[in-house]
Protein backbone atom coordinates (compact mmCIF):
# COMPACT_ATOMS: atom_id res chain seq x y z
CA UNK A 1 0.00 0.00 0.00
CA UNK A 2 0.66 3.53 -0.20
CA UNK A 3 2.39 5.85 2.32
CA UNK A 4 0.80 5.18 5.73
CA UNK A 5 -1.17 7.22 8.29
CA UNK A 6 2.59 8.12 10.25
CA UNK A 7 4.03 9.24 7.31
CA UNK A 8 0.89 11.79 6.41
CA UNK A 9 0.77 12.93 10.08
CA UNK A 10 4.48 13.66 9.65
CA UNK A 11 3.75 15.95 6.62
CA UNK A 12 0.86 17.92 7.67
CA UNK A 13 2.95 18.58 11.25
CA UNK A 14 6.11 20.42 9.44
CA UNK A 15 3.56 23.06 9.08
CA UNK A 16 4.05 25.42 12.12
CA UNK A 17 0.27 26.57 12.36
CA UNK A 18 -0.63 22.59 12.86
CA UNK A 19 2.42 21.76 15.19
CA UNK A 20 1.63 24.84 17.34
CA UNK A 21 -2.10 23.96 18.31
CA UNK A 22 -0.97 20.49 18.87
CA UNK A 23 -0.57 19.28 22.84
CA UNK A 24 -0.41 15.71 23.62
CA UNK A 25 -3.14 15.01 26.73
CA UNK A 26 -1.85 10.56 26.89
CA UNK A 27 1.23 9.95 25.43
CA UNK A 28 1.40 6.58 23.57
CA UNK A 29 0.87 3.21 26.01
CA UNK A 30 0.84 -0.46 25.14
CA UNK A 31 -1.09 -2.72 27.11
CA UNK A 32 -3.67 -5.09 26.68
CA UNK A 33 -7.06 -5.81 25.91
CA UNK A 34 -9.43 -8.71 25.50
CA UNK A 35 -10.57 -9.53 22.19
CA UNK A 36 -14.04 -10.87 21.69
CA UNK A 37 -16.02 -11.76 18.84
CA UNK A 38 -19.56 -13.70 18.00
CA UNK A 39 -20.28 -16.70 16.90
CA UNK A 40 -22.90 -16.16 13.87
CA UNK A 41 -25.16 -19.35 14.33
CA UNK A 42 -25.54 -18.75 18.06
CA UNK A 43 -24.93 -15.04 18.26
CA UNK A 44 -22.97 -15.40 21.41
CA UNK A 45 -20.23 -13.46 22.35
CA UNK A 46 -17.07 -14.89 23.46
CA UNK A 47 -13.63 -13.96 24.83
CA UNK A 48 -10.94 -15.89 22.12
CA UNK A 49 -7.89 -14.01 24.30
CA UNK A 50 -6.06 -10.89 24.92
CA UNK A 51 -4.73 -8.66 22.36
CA UNK A 52 -1.38 -5.75 22.69
CA UNK A 53 -2.21 -2.38 21.71
CA UNK A 54 -1.41 1.18 21.77
CA UNK A 55 -3.70 3.91 22.87
CA UNK A 56 -3.07 7.89 22.65
CA UNK A 57 -4.98 10.97 23.01
CA UNK A 58 -3.93 14.34 21.80
CA UNK A 59 -5.67 17.53 20.94
CA UNK A 60 -5.30 19.73 18.07
CA UNK A 61 -6.68 23.42 18.05
CA UNK A 62 -8.89 22.26 21.26
CA UNK A 63 -9.97 19.08 19.81
CA UNK A 64 -9.82 16.09 21.67
CA UNK A 65 -8.36 13.03 19.36
CA UNK A 66 -8.21 9.47 20.69
CA UNK A 67 -6.78 6.13 19.10
CA UNK A 68 -5.93 2.65 19.43
CA UNK A 69 -3.93 0.43 17.19
CA UNK A 70 -3.16 -3.32 17.43
CA UNK A 71 0.37 -3.91 18.72
CA UNK A 72 3.30 -1.67 20.34
CA UNK A 73 3.14 1.30 17.69
CA UNK A 74 3.26 4.41 19.26
CA UNK A 75 4.25 6.65 16.06
CA UNK A 76 0.69 4.63 14.51
CA UNK A 77 -1.06 5.52 17.60
CA UNK A 78 -0.69 9.07 17.81
CA UNK A 79 -0.91 9.80 14.11
CA UNK A 80 -4.31 8.03 14.65
CA UNK A 81 -4.75 10.47 17.28
CA UNK A 82 -4.37 12.85 15.16
CA UNK A 83 -6.02 12.12 12.64
CA UNK A 84 -9.66 12.13 14.73
CA UNK A 85 -9.00 15.13 15.97
CA UNK A 86 -8.26 16.76 12.68
CA UNK A 87 -11.31 15.30 11.61
CA UNK A 88 -13.57 16.03 14.35
CA UNK A 89 -13.17 19.75 14.14
CA UNK A 90 -14.90 21.93 12.37
CA UNK A 91 -12.24 24.63 11.65
CA UNK A 92 -11.63 26.27 8.40
CA UNK A 93 -7.76 26.57 9.19
CA UNK A 94 -7.41 22.61 8.75
CA UNK A 95 -9.53 22.09 6.50
CA UNK A 96 -6.67 21.45 3.75
CA UNK A 97 -5.10 18.88 6.38
CA UNK A 98 -8.90 17.46 6.69
CA UNK A 99 -8.90 16.56 3.20
CA UNK A 100 -5.54 15.45 2.76
CA UNK A 101 -6.55 12.81 5.14
CA UNK A 102 -10.15 12.00 3.45
CA UNK A 103 -8.50 11.29 0.51
CA UNK A 104 -5.68 8.84 2.07
CA UNK A 105 -8.01 6.91 3.96
CA UNK A 106 -10.10 6.81 0.88
CA UNK A 107 -6.68 5.68 -1.40
CA UNK A 108 -6.68 2.85 1.34
CA UNK A 109 -10.24 1.91 1.57
CA UNK A 110 -9.61 1.38 -2.19
CA UNK A 111 -6.68 -0.56 -1.94
CA UNK A 112 -7.91 -3.50 0.79
CA UNK A 113 -11.14 -3.45 -1.47
CA UNK A 114 -8.67 -4.43 -4.21
CA UNK A 115 -6.81 -6.85 -2.20
CA UNK A 116 -9.67 -7.92 -0.92
CA UNK A 117 -12.08 -8.85 -4.32
CA UNK A 118 -8.41 -11.10 -5.60
CA UNK A 119 -8.24 -12.81 -2.09
CA UNK A 120 -12.05 -13.83 -3.04
CA UNK A 121 -11.25 -14.63 -6.96
CA UNK A 122 -8.36 -16.67 -5.83
CA UNK A 123 -9.99 -18.57 -3.28
CA UNK A 124 -13.40 -18.83 -5.73
CA UNK A 125 -11.01 -21.17 -8.05
CA UNK A 126 -10.84 -23.90 -4.56
CA UNK A 127 -14.95 -23.81 -4.19
CA UNK A 128 -15.80 -27.53 -5.27
CA UNK A 129 -19.36 -27.99 -6.52
CA UNK A 130 -21.17 -31.07 -5.24
CA UNK A 131 -24.31 -32.67 -7.71
CA UNK A 132 -26.83 -33.95 -6.41
CA UNK A 133 -28.09 -37.03 -7.11
CA UNK A 134 -31.07 -38.94 -7.38
Given at each position: MGAGL?????ELLVDDDLFATVRVISAPR????QLQLREPVCDERFIIGD??????EVSVDGTA???MVMGEDPRG???GAL???ILSTE????????DRILAALSRAAAELSDITT???AQLESTVIDFEELD
Amino acid sequence: MGAGLPELMDELLVDDDLFATVRVISAPRTGSVQLQLREPVCDERFIIGDVVVTTAEVSVDGTAGWSMVMGEDPRGALAGALADAILSTESSELKAPRDRILAALSRAAAELSDITTAEDAQLESTVIDFEELD
